[in-house]
């Protein structure tokens, strides 16, 4: 059974006369530094001059240039986008690492696939938070705390473990768990999830009831746009997938566990996730997603483009005005 670490098999103690570094003020850097502040530890702040740079500033931090960031502090979070990590890893952190320093990536994609090869006198360690950058914070500020999973890809010093829990104790993941895991588990895994078509069958469920004749307003509310989806999300992050069908009626029981089997095929769907699963492991999906970035992101903006213009986009505006979610503009006066 996999392994599970908690506040007391943490110790802040691991971290004395480390400063820690986080490289990038976005959407896990701004609360994780945060959190690491409010436990005691304040992070420097590295970030390119921007609007997050400010945001940083309005928070009470000094952001500095990353370069200098990489060259003071001894623990660095890389929490920049993974698409950028490794030009950024190789013009402005790379040169500054000392024996001993510490690289802590949320996600394994980068380490996994090879595009940053840390040099062998370092730790590399994960700390990947199940949970959005607000989640993050909201979480800690509750006491409640989230789960991680971690990994040591390498160690150094000797003492990556440690150091890995005391920074998971410091942004208040250990809280509730942190769960021993590899760069590669944490990246096919997360990279499944991603990859699979719950939008599309999102908007055939749509394109089908407006078939049938029903109302696009009524079908968005039922599918999503009430916040019940949110609520249900919830629910089984409190009592479990199944499990929370109990707080639902006996139509909605039959409906779900056993009438939906009808239209399910699970031998055909583990095929299809085991090949999906194939060609992350294998790099066919790193290959297509490397050569998108080079050629300027184009077929994302066409698709971007394509699902923008579909009648099921235009009712969610028109719904999302009527329920104030969209600012109406102001009419022009005529003279």
């Not at 004749?213 to 746009?225: K, R, V």
């Not at 235009?314 to 005529?334: H, S």
Request: hydrophobic content about 40%.
């Amino acid at each position: 059974m996999a392994k599970f670490y908690f506040d007391d098999d943490a110790d802040l103690s691991a971290l004395e006369g480390s400063l820690v570094g986080i490289i990038g003020y976005g959407n896990q850097g701004r609360s994780q530094a945060l959190n690491l502040r409010d436990s005691g530890i304040t992070p420097l702040i590295g970030n390119l001059d921007d609007a997050y740079a400010e945001q940083a500033r309005k928070d009470g931090f000094d952001p500095r240039p990353i370069p200098e960031v990489a060259g003071r502090a001894n623990a660095v979070f890389l929490l920049i986008p993974d698409e950028v990590q490794p030009q950024v890893y190789r013009d402005m952190i790379h040169a500054h690492l000392k024996p001993g320093n510490l690289l802590c990536f949320a996600h394994g994609y980068n380490i996994q696939f090879g595009f940053i090869e840390p040099p062998a006198f370092v730790d590399v360690v994960m700390i990947a938070p199940r949970m959005l950058g607000r989640g993050v914070r909201e979480a800690f500020v509750k006491g409640v705390g989230f789960p991680s999973l971690i990994a040591v890809q390498q160690d150094y010093s000797q003492k990556a473990l440690a150091r890995t829990l005391a920074l998971s104790k410091g942004i208040g993941s250990t809280r509730m768990g942190v769960l021993m895991s590899s760069f590669e588990e944490e990246t096919v895994i997360d990279l499944l999830g991603e990859h699979q078509p719950a939008l599309y069958a999102l908007r055939a469920e749509y394109e089908a009831l407006v078939e049938a004749g029903y109302s696009p307003e009524a079908i968005l509310l039922d599918l999503y746009a009430s916040g019940e989806s949110a609520v249900w999300a919830q629910a089984a992050a409190d009592l479990g997938s199944f499990d929370r069908m109990k707080l639902a009626s006996h139509t909605a029981q039959f409906g779900h566990l056993v009438w939906a089997q009808r239209q399910f095929d699970p031998e055909r769907t583990r095929e299809r996730l085991r090949t999906m699963i194939q060609d992350i492991k294998s790099g066919i999906f790193t290959r297509e997603w490397t050569e998108e970035q080079r050629t300027g992101l184009v077929r994302l903006q066409q698709v971007w483009a394509q699902n923008r213009a579909h009648p099921m986009m235009e009712a969610e505006e028109r719904l999302y005005r009527i329920l104030g979610r969209r600012r109406i503009p102001a009419k022009k006066t005529v003279r």
